[in-house]
């Protein structure tokens, strides 16, 4: 009789950033638009929704044309924001660096999520690196909704 070993899964630890995504109840959906992924072989619908504390999330709804699961969670702009804020400001984000808000999802999740911030002015292609982007300062955007 042979014994088979048991593999243990390690704990995932703690992130800050998503620490415990609330289910949150909004007061409104402030925009419902599509965009095409960063691949550009599917398209997402996706939404921006403000909670009833005022604090701005995004939520991929859909995934068409394209393969790969995701997450339909809202998820708080300003997770997002702390994601990215590992970064030097003058120095260009990656879709990977929100790997950890979506620890246990699937980690189209990151990607996604990255083209729906271009698509809303956000973010833009790097010229300096490949697969980078830019942050731009989000007054506009704000402003607009």
Not at 78 to 98: N, Q, S
Not at 130 to 145: G, K, Q, T, V
């Given at each position: 009789?042979?014994?088979?070993?048991?593999?243990?899964?390690?704990?995932?630890?703690?992130?800050?950033?998503?620490?415990?995504?609330?289910?949150?109840?909004?007061?409104?959906?402030?925009?419902?638009?599509?965009?095409?992924?960063?691949?550009?072989?599917?398209?997402?619908q996706y939404c921006v929704g403000m909670?009833?504390?005022?604090?701005?999330?995004?939520?991929i709804l859909e995934n068409t044309g394209?393969?790969?699961?995701?997450?339909?969670?809202?998820?708080?702009?300003?997770?997002?924001?702390?994601?990215?804020?590992?970064?030097?400001?003058?120095?260009?984000?990656?879709?990977?660096?929100?790997?950890?808000?979506?620890?246990?999802?699937?980690?189209?999740?990151?990607?996604?999520?990255?083209?729906v911030l271009v698509s809303e002015g956000?973010?833009?292609?790097?010229?300096?690196?490949?697969?980078?982007?830019?942050?731009?300062?989000?007054?506009?955007?704000?402003?607009?909704?």
């Open positions: 009789m042979t014994k088979t070993k048991q593999r243990v899964k390690k704990p995932i630890e703690a992130n800050p950033a998503a620490e415990n995504l609330p289910a949150v109840s909004y007061d409104r959906v402030l925009r419902h638009a599509t965009t095409r992924t960063l691949n550009g072989k599917g398209e997402l909670d009833a504390k005022g604090e701005l999330q995004l939520r394209g393969s790969g699961s995701f997450s339909d969670a809202w998820v708080p702009l300003k997770a997002i924001h702390t994601a990215f804020d590992r970064a030097p400001k003058d120095r260009p984000v990656t879709a990977h660096m929100l790997l950890p808000i979506f620890r246990g999802k699937s980690s189209n999740c990151s990607y996604f999520t990255t083209a956000l973010l833009k292609a790097s010229e300096s690196r490949r697969r980078s982007y830019d942050r731009i300062d989000p007054a506009a955007w704000l402003a607009e909704l």
